[in-house]
Structures are given as structure tokens and as C-alpha cells.
């Protein structure tokens, strides 16, 4: 069956802290792995990561792909209240457009 | 934000009752997906449409359905609603592409079964 397993399920760090949340997947014809972001209700969209070993960065975001590990990173360094929320991880498999299966996400809570 | 829309924001059903939640995709955007996203959980994809047909389907049984529409605005239609299908609705559109994998979700329907 079809999996992404995200890690933790939540933390909580202070401000200034750099956290690293963890991916891992299971799934045939894999296409593409994404990472989002949700505060209240719709998911944002953070990176697309298709390649290995080529990071992917954003201000203090960044992210990494390893296709033998069958996972994925993703840091915020020097982190702020505003990064609170749920980093959710999906894995895009499939046909020609593919499809999403997302892990149950991570909460992030960062206090000041 | 996104220029994907969904309607109503909130909705209150009661079991066995039927329900119909709209979509408007972004500006250009051909694809829409539907997920569920039950408290505490990642969304659980619903299924896809693509030029106005079912483009693949999740593990939700037949009395959920969709329709997509010629401007491809989506509908997503549930038939005698249980308790457990009290969830938020995400609808998310893309272009359909090959080297392209993101999709932009609407702000969700949430819906209440009691």
C-alpha cells in the first residue's frame, strides 16, 4: 500500500531555533515529492522536489530529495512565531498527471 | 492566496441528507482534485478531473461523485451523508503537465454531519 509517513507528528521550539521535519515514502511510479504549508485551512505550497541530492530553498526554507533513502527534509533555520503551523508532505505518483498522497503532517509550534 | 475558490465556507448536514460543494479553479488551470481532510490528518484524495472526466479516483466509495464544468469549475456531490464524512473538503487546481506536480488548494468547504 501507498504510504508517506511524516516525523515528527509535532514539536515545539523557541524562536531563533532550526528545526528539520522528516518525509519518508512508499509509493509505485513515483513522480514528484511536495511540501506544504497550512496555517488554517488551505494548504501552501512550499517546493516541488524531483531530482536527488539538489536542494531547494526559500528564505530560511530549504529541502532535499534522497530517492535511495525514499525521503525527504525539509529545515527552517533561525525559525519565527510566524512559522507556526502543520508541514504537510505529499508524494505525487501516477499517470500522466498524477495524483497526491500526503502524510498527516507535522505541527510546528514555535514560541517567542 | 490562491486564486482557487470554494462554496459554501461552512456547512451543517444531518445523516442521510445529500450535500454539493463548488470549486473555481485558477485562472488557466484544467485540473481539479478533490481531498477530505479529516481532523488531525493529511488530506485524503477524493479523485480528479481533467477536461470534464474522472482523471483517477481515491478509496471513497460511489456515493461520492463530481462533475467538472466546461470553464472547469468543479462540483463535489455526496449522497446519504454519515457522520464520519464531517471533514474538511479541499478542492486544488493544477495545469495539467508533465513536469509539473503543484496544485493550489482553495481555502476548504467544512463540513458538519450530526
Known amino acids: 500500500e501507498d504510504k508517506v509517513v511524516q516525523s515528527p507528528l509535532s514539536l515545539v521550539v523557541h524562536e531563533g531555533d532550526t528545526v528539520t521535519l522528516n518525509c519518508s515514502y512508499e509509493?509505485?511510479?513515483?513522480?514528484?515529492l511536495l511540501w506544504y504549508k497550512q496555517e488554517k485551512k488551505a494548504p501552501t505550497f512550499l517546493f516541488m522536489l524531483?531530482?536527488?541530492?539538489i536542494e531547494k530553498k526559500s528564505g530560511r526554507l530549504s529541502s532535499i530529495l534522497d530517492k535511495k533513502e525514499l525521503s525527504s527534509i525539509l529545515n527552517i533555520t533561525a525559525t519565527q512565531t510566524g512559522d507556526s503551523a502543520i508541514y504537510l508532505c505529499a508524494v505525487e505518483y501516477g499517470g500522466s498527471q498524477g495524483n497526491l498522497i500526503f502524510g498527516k503532517g507535522t505541527k510546528l509550534s514555535v514560541k517567542p | 492566496e490562491t486564486g482557487v475558490t470554494q462554496s459554501p465556507t461552512h456547512l451543517i448536514k444531518t445523516r442521510g441528507q445529500q450535500v454539493t460543494l463548488r470549486c473555481s479553479s485558477q485562472?488557466?488551470?484544467?485540473?481539479v482534485s478533490w481531498y477530505q481532510q479529516a481532523l488531525g490528518q493529511g488530506p485524503q484524495f477524493i479523485f480528479q478531473?481533467?477536461?470534464?472526466?474522472?482523471?483517477g479516483r481515491g478509496n471513497f466509495p460511489p456515493r461520492f461523485s463530481g462533475l467538472q464544468f466546461p470553464n472547469y469549475s468543479s462540483e463535489l456531490n455526496v449522497n446519504a451523508l454519515e457522520l464520519d464524512d464531517s471533514a474538511l473538503y479541499l478542492c486544488?487546481?493544477?495545469?495539467?503537465?508533465?513536469?509539473?506536480?503543484?496544485?493550489?488548494f482553495g481555502p476548504g468547504t467544512r463540513l458538519t454531519v450530526t
Open positions: 524531483t531530482s536527488s541530492g
Open positions: 486544488a487546481s493544477s495545469l495539467a503537465n508533465r513536469d509539473r506536480g503543484e496544485q493550489y
Open positions: 478531473y481533467y477536461r470534464e472526466e474522472e482523471n
Open positions: 485562472s488557466g488551470h484544467n485540473t
Open positions: 509509493v509505485t511510479n513515483f513522480r514528484s
